[in-house]
């Protein structure tokens, strides 16, 4: 059973302009992308900035008006209307956010902060909460005696660590990790990244992660859909996506890596010219005259690549 | 740009308006109207009843404002009871006296605001910055009649070297040296204790866009270019920083407009602030009327000056 | 023997928190040849920025001790005046964020020209107008004519890294340093800079100082790497030897903590505990002991000092003889991740 299914999703934000700041256009962060999610997966959003693929994810986690297409959860419609977002469902999906430094107010104490969704939506007394954050906390990794602190208190990964104690705290089936280890160093990274992995085998949990490093890509996730400007181009396992690359798009941005190996540096400076040549060479091949991809066709049971309609 | 000035325009025609409806309501509240002490308390009842008829001042409201907003606009604000005159000739030679007191007084709030706001900031926390730091909070905190009534014992009644009222020498002929000399004396001492008071918003102002400005990144690029430090402010800092000072100086003018209403009743210097506080006093509506409305008006252009300044010198809203 | 280009000798840069000098740079001393990519690894709080801005003299209340040698001269404590006539000729910098970077209240093309009137004041207006629009073309940016008049935030972050790279290179520099020039580019474009950097070097033969975090980078650019932790250097080497034989227990540490292309790993390795701030950094013995808690504790030098342990590769400290990961040790399970 799917567990989130999303279906045709645009999402467009007006350009406004003249005397009288009237709509005189529309930006299409997001145009037509649909993706599935199974229970337990980790499937991986990637894109340059301005894809469209952090707007998708607010988009899922309800924080952007959707334009239009259909978003399920579990087979229940979540943007049904704009305004009556169903309550019980919005508690099964959080989001963490990319920047722990900016994401949890300075001004409230570590208990406050994880504390914060319980209060909106289960009702409890002082004690219970207080023996449910210390739980938490202990979940992710923290002290008791880090529910008084305040988060300027903590180093980038213990802070992003409390993103994710107020992210379970009810026990929400959906976690959206919006570039949850951009910000952090590359020790930090992976002890933040090994614990997500650590929490989403002991709490069955399925991520839609989002995130610019196919590097950090290609550890976390299951299946990946590859996003420019708005679109898909190609979605696929991740050895679809790295062994296989299809679209002239993916291949040029799996070329663009660093590879780890200074051995290897001759050859990578020729391969990503020759892709480079082939992007330019054959660009019209695999976009239309507006630069945007085209419809995602199957070539195998699990990939599915952009390309035009004629065979 | 132009449509940016455009949308501004028309967002202030409304607030004109508006601004006239309520000046014009709330003289309608107060009590008495316009014969109450123009005519012979000898005349009937019914004859008052008979030239209020005539002068429409028994029509609806809208008709009213609809006449007086007419006159207005052609500069018509009737006739003050006090002065026997009409208000557009009384107020005009107010406005002039005024708008040189404002220039001149604007001209030392930059005199005084750029150089001590700019040695601030470049010199935080030094013991220059610091001396200029206390006298703007002194400033802050000393209210501009105090001051003014200081300043007008010391310098003009026991050192002698202001005149301590009008704003000319009487007897002189107007457009000779001596009378724009005169003219000049009489100005700057007031001028001189608004812009003292007046200035310390600037200095501060200034003074953490520069502190700000000096920690950018760009002062490192100019830095690492080999930019003497003379240049690096001259091009980068100040020049930075002074964009929203400039973009300020509309709202300056509406802050003047409290200054000298205080420092003219102090000095006896015949200005709109001076005559405004008079015509509370005496009652004189017609003119109370005019002078709220024209400065009203004032406030809402010294806005719409600083939103087309700021469009025009920075690049980031010049170009869309 | 030719000598180097720069030459770092044990370079001290402190800064003042309260009444106490905290050195960020201790006692570091490093060579950059012509023709060289010398990269400088580490994490926030090594140190790497704080040595780039030592060498160009940007540091504005900090204590600098010990000698920069330029050619030959201590540029070290210059007077300013000196200072500014080889900064943005013969040493350069591109930063970090090309967002920030431009003076966003001046076109880009009056920017460019300020480095060329500054160093060559004598050059017409209209020679270094047509100067600059070639330069435009030399790093890449489309229609230069038009761009040299257009405001920093009219391009693209790309466009404006390459804006910040045609100011650097004005003047033909010998030593550029680049602090992190790609960090806040998307990987496509920070490929196509990273290849610009590159030519350029070649054509000017130019030395340069790579700073970065980001160990992709430093396989793909450099020729030579020192690694920083803490104020210090663990280890200096041939690019190729740093990465196939690296010594230290932090370059090791740090590159198994990085998720590769080429092979899959179950688990990322987390180094111990937490970067020590300026203030907290231990001055005595081994500075990354107390981040591997499983080796023990009499295999580090009192004094570590940077042992040649090969031609032209050194590191830091004894304990590199002695260092396994715990996952390699099996009685070591006990140790979590989670506890740091």
């Known amino acids: 059973?799917?567990?989130?299914?999303?279906?045709?999703?645009?999402?467009?934000?007006?350009?406004?302009?003249?005397?009288?700041?009237?709509?005189?256009?529309?930006?299409?962060?997001?145009?037509?992308?649909?993706?599935?999610?199974?229970?337990?997966?980790?499937?991986?959003?990637?894109?340059?900035?301005?894809?469209?693929?952090?707007?998708?994810?607010?988009?899922?986690?309800?924080l952007n008006n959707v334009t239009e297409g259909k978003i399920y959860y579990d087979g229940e419609l979540l943007n049904a209307d704009k305004k009556g977002q169903k309550v019980d469902i919005r508690k099964d999906i959080q989001m963490i956010f990319q920047d722990p430094y900016s994401s949890l107010n300075p001004r409230k104490r570590v208990l406050d902060i994880v504390a914060e969704p319980l209060r909106n939506y289960e009702k409890m007394s002082k004690k219970e909460e207080k023996e449910t954050v210390q739980r938490l906390l202990s979940r992710v990794g923290l002290g008791p005696e880090s529910m008084v602190k305040y988060p300027h208190e903590f180093s980038g990964g213990q802070r992003q660590r409390i993103g994710v104690a107020r992210a379970i705290a009810l026990k929400p089936k959906l976690i959206i990790m919006d570039e949850p280890v951009s910000a952090l160093d590359v020790s930090v990274q992976a002890q933040v990244l090994n614990f997500m992995q650590e929490i989403q085998k002991e709490l069955n949990l399925t991520y839609l992660f989002i995130s610019h490093d196919l590097g950090v890509v290609k550890h976390m996730c299951d299946r990946i859909g590859i996003m420019y400007n708005g679109r898909f181009v190609e979605e696929g396992l991740k050895e679809d996506i790295f062994n296989d690359p299809q679209h002239i798009y993916t291949k040029r941005l799996v070329a663009a890596i660093p590879d780890i190996d200074p051995r290897n540096r001759k050859e990578n400076i020729d391969f990503r010219e020759r892709v480079k040549d082939e992007y330019s060479n054959s660009y019209y091949d695999y976009f239309n005259e507006e630069g945007l991809a085209y419809q995602l066709k199957p070539i195998t049971d699990t990939h599915r690549v952009a390309l035009p309609e004629k065979g | 740009m132009w449509k940016f000035t455009v949308r501004r325009l028309l967002i202030s025609a409304p607030q004109i308006l508006l601004l006239s409806i309520i000046i014009f309501w709330l003289a309608k509240q107060m009590p008495g109207d316009a014969l109450t002490g123009l005519i012979d308390p000898n005349i009937s009842a019914e004859r008052k009843e008979e030239m209020r008829e005539q002068l429409g001042l028994n029509n609806p409201w809208y008709i009213q404002y609809k006449d007086w907003l007419a006159g207005a606009v052609q500069g018509d604000f009737g006739e003050s009871f006090r002065y026997k005159m009409d208000v557009s000739e009384l107020v005009w030679q107010r406005i002039v006296n005024t708008f040189w007191l404002s220039l001149v007084s604007v001209f030392f709030i930059y005199a005084i605001g750029l150089p001590l706001g700019i040695i601030s900031g470049r010199y935080n926390d030094k013991l220059i910055d610091q001396l200029i730091t206390g006298y703007t909070y002194i400033g802050f905190a000393t209210p501009i009649f105090i001051f003014g009534l200081v300043s007008l014992w010391v310098f003009g009644f026991m050192l002698g070297w202001f005149p301590t009222g009008g704003s000319v020498e009487p007897g002189l002929e107007p457009g000779t040296l001596e009378y724009i000399l005169s003219k000049l004396q009489h100005l700057l001492l007031p001028s001189l204790a608004i812009a003292l008071i007046g200035t310390v918003g600037t200095v501060q102002y200034l003074r953490s866009e520069i502190i700000d400005t000096k920690q950018k990144d760009f002062i490192l690029t100019a830095r690492a270019k080999g930019a003497p430090e003379r240049r690096v402010y001259n091009k980068h800092i100040f020049r930075n920083s002074i964009l929203p000072i400039a973009a300020f100086f509309g709202y300056e003018i509406v802050n003047l407009i409290n200054g000298t209403i205080f420092i003219e009743q102090i000095f006896a210097y015949p200005g709109m602030g001076n005559l405004f506080i008079e015509s509370i006093l005496q009652r004189d509506f017609s003119v109370v009327t005019a002078l709220v409305l024209i400065t009203g008006v004032g406030a809402i252009v010294g806005a719409l000056l600083s939103d087309i300044i700021l469009s025009i010198v920075d690049p980031r809203i010049r170009i869309k | 023997m030719s000598n180097p280009l720069l030459e770092i000798k044990n370079l001290k840069t402190s800064f003042r928190i309260g009444e106490e000098y905290y050195a960020a740079v201790d006692d570091v001393s490093l060579t950059v040849n012509e023709n060289e990519v010398l990269a400088i690894v580490g994490e926030s709080g090594s140190g790497k920025s704080a040595l780039a801005f030592s060498v160009m003299g940007l540091h504005n209340r900090a204590k600098i001790e010990g000698e920069i040698l330029f050619k030959g001269n201590d540029i070290a404590n210059l007077p300013p005046k000196k200072l500014n006539k080889i900064r943005g000729k013969e040493l350069s910098m591109i930063f970090q964020d090309p967002l920030t970077a431009l003076n966003p209240l001046m076109e880009v093309g009056r920017q460019i020209d300020e480095v060329l009137f500054l160093h060559n004041s004598k050059l017409p207006k209209a020679k270094r107008k047509e100067y600059i629009v070639e330069l435009l073309e030399r790093v890449e940016i489309p229609r230069p004519e038009h761009v040299y008049n257009q405001f920093p935030h009219e391009l693209?972050?790309?466009?404006?890294?390459?804006?910040?790279?045609?100011?650097?290179?004005?003047?033909?520099?010998?030593?550029?340093?680049?602090?992190?020039?790609?960090?806040?580019?998307?990987?496509?474009?920070?490929?196509?800079?990273?290849?610009?950097?590159?030519?350029?070097?070649?054509?000017?033969?130019?030395?340069?100082?790579?700073?970065?975090?980001?160990?992709?980078?430093?396989?793909?650019?450099?020729?030579?790497?020192?690694?920083?932790?803490?104020?210090?250097i663990v280890e200096v080497a041939d690019v190729d030897m740093l990465f196939n034989n690296p010594q230290h227990p932090y370059t090791r540490s740090l590159l198994s903590s990085i998720p590769l292309l080429e092979d899959e790993q179950d688990r990322l390795h987390v180094i111990h505990g937490i970067v020590p701030s300026l203030k907290n950094l231990p001055r005595e013995g081994c500075r990354f002991s107390a981040r591997m808690p499983w080796i023990d504790d009499d295999v580090h030098e009192e004094h570590p000092e940077l042992h040649e342990i090969s031609p032209g590769h050194f590191v830091r400290c004894t304990c590199y003889k002695h260092f396994y990961f715990p996952e390699e040790n099996k009685e070591d399970q006990s140790h979590d991740i989670t506890q740091s």
């Open chain 1, 1 to 62: 059973m799917t567990l989130l299914k999303v279906e045709d999703l645009k999402v467009y934000f007006p350009v406004r302009g003249g005397v009288f700041n009237r709509k005189i256009g529309d930006i299409k962060a997001v145009d037509g992308v649909s993706f599935d999610i199974e229970p337990g997966e980790t499937y991986g959003l990637v894109g340059e900035s301005g894809s469209g693929k952090t707007t998708t994810g607010k988009a899922v986690m309800g």
């Open chain 3, 156 to 232: 693209s972050g790309g466009m404006r890294q390459r804006v910040i790279i045609a100011i650097a290179i004005a003047n033909q520099p010998e030593l550029l340093i680049a602090d992190e020039p790609t960090t806040a580019l998307d990987v496509t474009i920070q490929a196509q800079i990273l290849d610009l950097i590159r030519e350029l070097k070649n054509d000017l033969n130019s030395g340069v100082i790579l700073i970065t975090h980001d160990l992709g980078v430093v396989a793909e650019m450099a020729d030579r790497v020192a690694v920083m932790y803490a104020g210090q």
